[in-house]
Antibody, heavy 121, light 106 residues
């Protein structure tokens, strides 16, 4: 059973880079699947940020692509998110999830518990 | 960019059938999934590939997709089904979520 756990700073200053890691247990990232990041501003809906395959192949949300980098570390069985030049609008709960994508597949399951990142000076 | 539209809220009486719609251009040509999110919790997949239920999801949850709209139907709605529901599709290598629907059971 795949389990995911997000970690990283809960507070980031404006204009700096937000960095989060998702540790995966119960499954080897190298075995397959895409691995995704999704965020949810307080009281608002879900927004997909991007997804990565173990080989490093990525999909990014076009609206965030210029500021996002997603990477994978198979040796540590984890993947990471970097979001640059953050503003208050990037304050959100950030989730990582298994992203089933390809052919008829298109869903996220399961999800991590999420981590709140606030952008403030 | 592709957009999915959901009603902000839907109300249903216990034991009745709740229907939540998700509309998008030619959505029936894509596969849609649905998530349930209760306050303070992570989203949970309840329907994938338009109408399939993951293991552990009650049979009262069903889905359909045709034309320009997908529908999540909850039969015999229970108080525990009160939650936010999000649809999601894949378009042009982009995952798109609907704005979410708050289901109230009263």
């Amino acid at each position: 059973q795949v389990q995911l756990q997000e970690s990283g700073p809960g507070l980031v200053k404006p204009s700096e880079t937000l960095s989060l890691t998702c540790a995966v247990s119960g499954y080897s990232i190298s075995s397959g699947y895409y691995w995704g990041w999704i965020r949810q501003p307080p009281g608002k809906g879900l927004e997909w940020i991007g997804s990565i395959y173990h080989s490093g192949s990525t999909y990014y949300n076009p609206s965030l692509k210029s500021r996002v980098t997603i990477s994978v570390d198979t040796s540590k069985n984890q993947f990471s998110l970097k979001l640059s030049s953050v503003t208050a609008a990037d304050t959100a709960v950030y989730y990582c999830a298994v992203h089933m994508v390809g052919g008829v597949m298109n869903w996220f399951d399961p999800w991590g518990q999420g981590t709140l990142v606030s952008v403030s000076s | 960019s592709y957009e999915l539209t959901q009603p902000p809220s839907v109300s249903v009486s216990p034991g009745q059938t709740a229907s939540i719609t998700c509309s998008g251009d030619k959505l029936g040509d894509k596969y849609t999934c649905w998530y349930q999110q209760k306050p303070g919790q992570s989203p949970v997949l309840v329907i994938y590939q338009d109408s399939k239920r993951p293991s552990g999801i009650p049979e009262r949850f069903s889905g359909s997709n045709s034309g320009s709209a997908a529908t999540l139907t909850i039969s015999g709605t229970q108080a525990m089904d009160e939650a936010d529901y999000y649809c999601q599709a894949w378009d042009s290598s982009t995952a798109v979520f609907g704005g979410g629907t708050k289901l109230t059971v009263l």
